[in-house]
């Protein structure tokens, strides 16, 4: 891509970024002071001033951080079980939080400081050398268990500070990496976690993916300093040198000329920036709750002719907090092949230069576009793209895809997705796992629903790879439908904002559920989507649940409403401070009228709670009569008239045809 512009912008509005000096690592030992900005920009027009803008504490720590190398260099070496508050904010960088198991706590010791660690997973691949590491890692170093994630990540939970260099570097050295799994920079990139050998555009959302994930990560080295004292490991993957040349490339002002950080500064982002990449109507990773997403779009043959592009999704919220709010990607429009990286770089350069630093909780790129509105942020964009975006072309419906049980790859094997509750990989299931990863010598795909599939598997081995995990893993043929569309965030007791459980908390809670649909009649095969988490940050998505749990409180929850089974449509809250031991009396209502006032057996959960509008959902919750069981009741006969005339009133009224019924027959006794 070059320059299209054939008079110049004029005089470039400096950057947010530059009120403040920049140090440019020119070596460990070699570095100083330089002023950084960049170049060649057309922004809006603004009066000048020399007034600096607030800024959060975290940013003042990333600017001072030399790159994110100090304090944390300093902090891991000393005697102390955690690092200082400033390497709090660090460390996230290098994909680990420092966290405090808030039930191992000692009167004498104090907070019992544990280390997470987050790898770098694009797209959910998972080498079979790396799966063996991760493993093993869990065990020698980690809690025992593996977490796997709804960005389709691995996380390692339970490292003390001494081994965190040993585990760091273990990865690095087996081909992983947690380089940019947290903190203030593009974060794992999202693809659906297919199997499929013959099928193009699958294999270019993979592809893509991992591109995506090398054009916008961290290039300081920063990172290997850190966790390899300076020694940049080389793997066998070279990066693709059009991902090289279009980051180096500056024509429109998205890069910081001399800088060791080209795309990101010494400042970083203003938060987090997460990409999920899909094909047309596969809608396996929740694509639109993404800041990017983009679909890849393929010509008659399955070739890729170019890409449509969304932009400003995000889950996390606060309580109590109204400018703060879930919401999903809209269309940007439709770029060609060539030109993906650069929107990409231009997308984030708009987000880095103009997002809110001064509160974090304004920082995530859906409030500049809520602010602006889509039309000022596409101009904006597009002068850093150096060109206009095309029009954004027609998608068809999304459908949910899991990818759960067996199918086929298309080259004459087969995959397994395994369902794993909550993403918990422990105990002898994990070992099970092991072995036949082992032992067949299996690639793996994590999805962002927290599950496991197994790739390349010989038919031949079919039934010892079920017969071996079925002791396990629920077998999803027939698996509780409503248990595998379910999801949980880890909560307590490791996660500092958790103030509910999730992980733990969520088996029972699908079990009351289940028990709860067969009191008012509706049988085993109807489900819908359920997700929990402990805070409102939103790591498990219920926003998009069709029920959801969002924790508000100890075993206090707010309930969240209307999610579509596809995954395209925002749940609303429906009510806060829902205690746990009153989940039965607050949902009976639902679910029965649920039953007796759904379209038909089709319509789910949630488009029923869409339709009917909460409005009518809370007058029939409030003057809700439990019915005695329909199997004890005596049939009646009535006239077709009489009958016609009760359905009028049950329809005018909101209520089933018993109701009406028996109301009128106490009217008149």
Avoid at 299 to 317: A, C
Wanted: with cysteine.
């Amino acid at each position: 891509m070059k320059p299209m512009r054939t008079k110049g912008p004029g005089p470039a509005r400096a950057s947010p970024l530059v009120h403040v000096s920049q140090r440019a690592a020119r070596s460990r030992r070699e570095r100083k002071s330089v002023r950084l900005a960049p170049v060649n920009v057309a922004m809006p027009k603004r009066p000048p001033t020399t007034h600096i803008a607030s800024r959060s504490k975290v940013e003042i720590i990333k600017e001072r951080s030399d790159y994110l190398r100090h304090p944390l260099l300093e902090d891991l070496v000393d005697n102390k079980p955690n690092v200082s508050n400033d390497s709090v904010q660090l460390i996230k960088f290098h994909g680990s939080y420092m966290q405090d198991d808030r039930e191992a706590r000692g009167l004498v010791i104090g907070k019992a400081y544990q280390f997470m660690l987050r790898t770098r997973q694009p797209g959910g691949f998972v080498s079979n050398k790396l799966y063996l590491t991760m493993d093993d890692l869990a065990t020698d170093f980690g809690n025992g268990t593996l977490r796997l994630t709804t960005r389709q990540t691995y996380q390692l939970h339970g490292v003390l500070k001494n081994d965190l260099k040993s585990v760091f570097s273990t990865i690095i050295k087996s081909m992983g990496s947690t380089l940019g799994a947290c903190g203030d920079v593009n974060r794992n990139i999202l693809a659906p976690p297919h199997p499929y050998k013959n099928r193009k555009d699958y294999q270019h959302c993979q592809e893509l993916a991992m591109n995506i994930a090398d054009l916008l990560a961290p290039q300081s080295g920063a990172y290997y300093d850190v966790w390899l004292d300076g020694e940049k490991f080389l793997t066998a993957e070279r990066e693709d040198p059009k991902v090289t040349a279009d980051r180096a490339f500056n024509g429109f002002g998205t890069n910081f000329e001399g800088s060791p950080e080209p795309l990101y500064g010494a400042q970083f982002l203003p938060r987090k920036f997460k990409v999920a990449i899909t094909v047309p109507g596969d809608n396996s990773i929740d694509v639109l709750t993404n800041d990017v997403a983009v679909v890849v779009m393929t010509d008659d043959d399955g070739e890729v002719t170019g890409y449509n592009i969304l932009t400003g999704g995000g889950m996390g919220r606060t309580h109590n907090n109204q400018s703060t709010f879930p919401t999903l990607t809209e269309p940007l429009g439709y770029v060609d092949k060539d030109d993906i990286y650069h929107i990409m770089k231009a997308i984030l350069a708009t987000q880095r230069d103009y997002g809110r630093r001064d509160d974090r909780r304004q920082s995530r790129l859906k409030y500049l576009i809520h602010s602006w509105g889509m039309d000022k942020f596409r101009m904006v964009v597009e002068q850093y793209f150096g060109k206009k975006v095309q029009p954004f072309k027609p998608l068809p419906k999304w459908e949910h895809k899991n990818y759960l049980g067996w199918g086929e790859q298309g080259d004459g094997n087969l995959y397994y997705g395994v369902f794993v509750y909550s993403g918990r990989l422990k105990g002898e299931g994990k070992k099970m796992l092991r072995h036949l990863i082992e032992k067949h010598n299996l690639t793996v795909m994590i999805s962002a629903e927290q599950n496991l599939i197994l790739c390349d598997i010989d038919p031949s081995i079919k039934d010892e790879i079920q017969s071996s995990l079925d002791p396990f893993y629920p077998n999803y043929e027939t698996a509780d439908k409503l248990m595998t569309s379910s999801m949980a965030c880890p909560a307590l007791p490791l996660c500092g904002l958790a103030v509910a459980e999730a992980e733990r908390g969520l088996p029972g809670v699908n079990e009351r559920l289940r028990a709860l649909m067969t009191k008012v009649g509706l049988d085993s095969s109807t489900s819908f989507v359920v997700r929990m988490t402990g805070c409102p940050n939103g790591c498990a998505r219920p926003y998009m649940a069709e029920l959801g749990f969002v924790g508000d409180g100890p075993n206090s929850y707010q309930i969240w409403l209307g999610g579509a089974p596809n995954h395209s449509r925002l749940a609303e809250p429906f009510m806060d401070k829902m205690k746990l031991d009153k989940m039965e009396e607050t949902l009976e209502p639902l679910f029965y009228f649920y039953r007796t006032r759904r379209l038909n057996a089709e319509e789910s959960f949630g488009d029923f709670c869409a339709r009917m509008g909460f409005d009518v959902l809370r007058i029939y919750q409030k003057s809700y009569v439990a019915p005695p069981s329909i199997t004890q009741l005596p049939r009646v006969g009535v006239e077709m008239e009489a009958f016609e005339k009760l359905k009028e009133i049950a329809e005018r009224d909101n209520k089933t045809l018993s109701e009406v019924v028996s109301e009128a027959i106490r009217k008149l006794t």
